[in-house]
């Protein structure tokens, strides 16, 4: 599924900045199905609107997604919000 044109018109950025003084636990996601910046920010809210997340930076060209959080990210409920918001998590990157 992609929410690109034809044409492959579309570009947004999304990132989520950590909290100041939070000392965070990062990890790196491979996510499939993005394709374009309207994906980065579907992709960055679904994952920036879970428990404890601090950070998210999506990179559509690599298929990655890093994610900050307070204490070690829950796998399981990491991969319901990106399905849910449309796209796979693959697995740890």
């Known amino acids: 599924m992609s929410c690109c044109s034809s044409n492959g018109t ?17 990890a790196v996601y491979a996510v499939a199905g993005m394709t374009c910046g309207h994906c980065e920010q579907v992709v960055g809210k679904a994952v920036a609107g879970l428990p404890g997340v ?8 690599g298929g990655l997604v890093t994610v900050s959080a307070e204490a070690e990210l829950d796998d399981a409920a990491l991969r319901a919000a990106i399905d849910d918001a449309g796209y ?3 697995g740890r990157a």
């Open 54 to 61: 601090t950070a998210v930076s999506v990179d559509v060209r």
């Open 88 to 90: 796979e998590l693959t």
């Open 10 to 26: 579309c570009s947004t950025t999304a990132t989520v900045e950590p909290a100041v003084g939070v000392t965070a636990v990062t």
